[in-house]
């Protein structure tokens, strides 16, 4: 008989002397990331013994302030005969009331820690941001374009431009990923003004307003899914292992996240930037000294009337769209000027509505996306008509000595990550590539399932195994569906319709005909898009140019689940222009979005697939390297399930993973459950014939 003991916040529980404690561990539950920690017991009962009184603070009064919280699960160590075997948490479910006096408390032990689940809740993706602040940035032309070339590499808590020559794409780019716009390139078009062409014949000339060349705000950033992964360490304050989440493993290092929030472009989506500038804030420029207008404007209509024309000169830095709005002091808005761009001068007049009006305007520039600074200067005309004439009066104002101020709009990116749990995040990256989980030392252990078989030892456990057996076939399934979410965009639908099968999913089905067993699905809360090679039809020849064109059936801007994808920096043999609204830029080498790491390398479909770039058939699936040989198994006409009686020593029990195997008769198996009866020893095994 083993000497069990379990201790509750580092003080040790009485338990009945004839009480068993029974414990469950099952593969099934490690593959499930919302239970990664998912070793648990059967409910068993703990005597209302002084001790446990104590530990519990006599949790059956409730009158007690401050008492035992059974909201929580508390910490808690299982000893067997000295050694440690699990640590976790303890739930108690109920306190037995015998004589009306407590007789027991019946408790739960979980494996170590919460289940992410918990510890995730119902929180949106959107609570990172305060951890991903590094990669707020000026949203303007400016920033897009060195995204969409060069990419930014995250340096310490700094972001650093990448040179236009660098292979690497950075941490932080803007993927030729149009939420609105359709663009084609055609050299057949030599106007400046066709619509949404990315080849100019005269890109010197520049019309303000036309629909040629590649319009920043079209384009959205993408952050490296890693420093998503990273932030979800910081906010929740855990630590994965790095055998899955690394940088040296591109098949996941390489994946991007798509900031789409919100459907259309990202003029929106920027916080908008404002500037004031009060009535008293000018300082005149004329000897006069300021005679009218210091803090108010007055107004009057009676023996003389008095009015006054505000004529306000705004110089900007950038380009883009802003506006000047002339507000009250105290609220309101007088007058506005909306969608300018360039150096502006606007005047507006104040006159009276009663025979005596004050005014007190203050000047409020406006920005999203658009002008990056500003100067402005004013003139005060006051008219004064009366008896003896009409008298003009000029006074002129500058402000903050005739310097430029700084205005700039931001893109923060938690506003921008897509809407989705932090949770089904998570999930989704773990049903990708079939990941499993564990707690070891307080760190979460992320493998891929093949890699964490391969982790696992050996233990022959003939000698500790009753003969009598129960052999059944192995759990098997018609068919295995492997789907993303149902493709919201355009390329995606239509080639759907075309070819009556989803793009990027897999319909994995045996061969040798349709088993006797359900359905099983596994689905990932991720958008799949097709992306378009474009081709010039004045030659028929592909452009070396690859876009992605995030619209609905009706080509309308439209919100999906989120979008991961593979990017590379590509070089293009063909100029493509990138209108800034004030010029366009050719461009050789822009962010490419794609489905596959490179040619003939990792791609995030299911199943083999036509390359969009490539157009070759890539077999490097998800499915193909990640799921085969665990689903191959499932259907081996070889597989099955033996149920059996063991009584394994405690030097197996202190150490067993269900990464091991376990042989019996020189034959090896996988675990599939395991219940042990801590005190007794006595294990019922749910063991699998590897193949």
Do not use: C
């Amino acid at each position: 008989m083993i000497k069990v003991q379990l201790y509750i916040s580092g003080e040790e529980v009485e338990l009945f002397k004839d009480e068993t404690i029974k414990i469950n561990d099952s593969i099934q539950n490690v593959r499930d990331i919302s239970k990664i920690f998912t070793t648990f017991s059967k409910q068993f009962s703990l005597p209302a013994s002084r001790t446990n009184n104590k530990i519990f603070k006599h949790y059956y009064n409730y009158d007690i302030t401050n008492g035992f919280d059974a909201r929580f699960k508390v910490d808690a160590l299982i000893k067997l005969n000295g050694s440690d075997y699990k640590k976790g948490k303890l739930r108690l479910n109920d306190v037995m009331m015998k004589d009306n006096k407590p007789y027991s408390y019946k408790v739960v032990f979980f494996g170590e820690t919460v289940t992410l689940g918990d510890l995730l809740g119902d929180d949106d993706l959107k609570v990172l941001g305060s951890e991903l602040t590094a990669f707020d940035q000026t949203f303007n032309a400016s920033n897009t374009l060195n995204g969409f070339i060069k990419g930014w590499t995250l340096s310490g808590s700094s972001l650093v431009l990448n040179n236009l020559t660098d292979t690497f794409t950075g941490d932080f780019i803007y993927p030729f990923i149009s939420a609105e716009k359709r663009y084609y390139y055609d050299t057949s078009e030599p106007t400046s003004t066709s619509g949404n062409n990315l080849y100019i014949s005269t890109p010197s000339t520049y019309v303000a307003g036309n629909l040629k060349g590649l319009h920043y705000a079209d384009l959205k950033p993408a952050i490296r899914v890693y420093h998503i992964i990273k932030a979800i360490e910081t906010k929740y304050n855990i630590t994965f292992s790095t055998d899955f989440f690394n940088t040296t493993n591109l098949d996941y290092y390489e994946l991007f996240l798509w900031l789409h929030r919100e459907k259309g472009n990202i003029l929106s989506r920027a916080v908008e930037s404002t500037y004031d500038v009060s009535l008293s804030q000018w300082v005149t420029t004329d000897t006069e000294l300021r005679s009218f207008g210091n803090t108010t404007l007055v107004t009057t209509n009676g023996t003389d009337t008095t009015s006054f024309e505000y004529k306000v000169t705004v110089n900007v830095t950038g380009t883009g769209l802003y506006d000047i709005v002339i507000q009250d002091e105290s609220g309101g808005t007088y007058f506005s000027d909306l969608g300018l761009t360039g150096n502006q001068t606007k005047s507006y007049f104040f006159s009276w509505t009663t025979s005596t009006q004050n005014y007190v305007p203050k000047l409020h520039i406006q920005t999203v996306g658009g002008i990056t600074a500003f100067n402005t200067s004013l003139v005060l005309i006051r008219t004064v008509v009366n008896s003896l004439g009409t008298t003009i009066t000029t006074s002129n104002y500058t402000f903050n000595s005739g310097g430029s101020v700084s205005l700039s709009s931001s893109l923060l990116v938690g506003d921008n990550l897509p809407k989705i749990k932090v949770i089904d995040f998570l999930t989704g990256i773990f049903k990708l590539f079939n990941l499993t989980a564990y707690i070891e030392d307080g760190v979460i252990v992320v493998k891929p399932l093949d890699n964490y078989y391969a982790s696992g030892v050996n233990y022959d456990i003939t000698k500790y195994v009753e003969m009598d057996a129960t052999i059944s076939r192995g759990k098997l399934f018609s068919k295995i569906d492997f789907k993303f979410q149902p493709p919201k965009t355009l390329f995606a639908i239509k080639s759907d319709e075309l070819n009556n099968f989803e793009f990027g999913n897999l319909k994995y089905e045996s061969a040798s005909g349709i088993y006797d067993g359900g359905k099983y699905e596994i689905v990932v809360p991720f958008e799949h898009m097709l992306f378009e090679r474009i081709q010039n039809p004045n030659t028929g020849t592909n452009t070396d140019t690859q876009w992605g064109y995030y619209v609905d059936k009706d080509e309308k801007p439209v919100v999906g689940a989120p979008l991961l994808f593979y990017a590379q920096k590509q070089t293009a043999t063909n100029t493509i222009y990138f209108d800034d609204e004030s010029s366009y830029t050719a461009i050789t080498r822009y962010m490419k979005p794609a489905n596959t790491r490179g040619n003939n390398l990792q791609s995030i479909n299911f199943g083999s697939e036509t390359d969009e770039y490539n157009l070759n058939t890539n077999t490097q699936s998800l499915f193909e390297n990640y799921y085969k040989t665990f689903i191959n198994d499932l259907f081996d006409i070889k597989t099955r399930i033996i149920k059996v009686n063991a009584y394994l020593p405690l030097s197996i029990l202190l150490k067993y993973t269900l990464a091991d195997r376990f042989i019996i008769n020189g034959k090896k198996y996988k675990i599939n459950n395991i219940d042990a009866v801590l005190q007794t020893r006595k294990t019922t095994l749910e063991l699998i014939t590897e193949i």
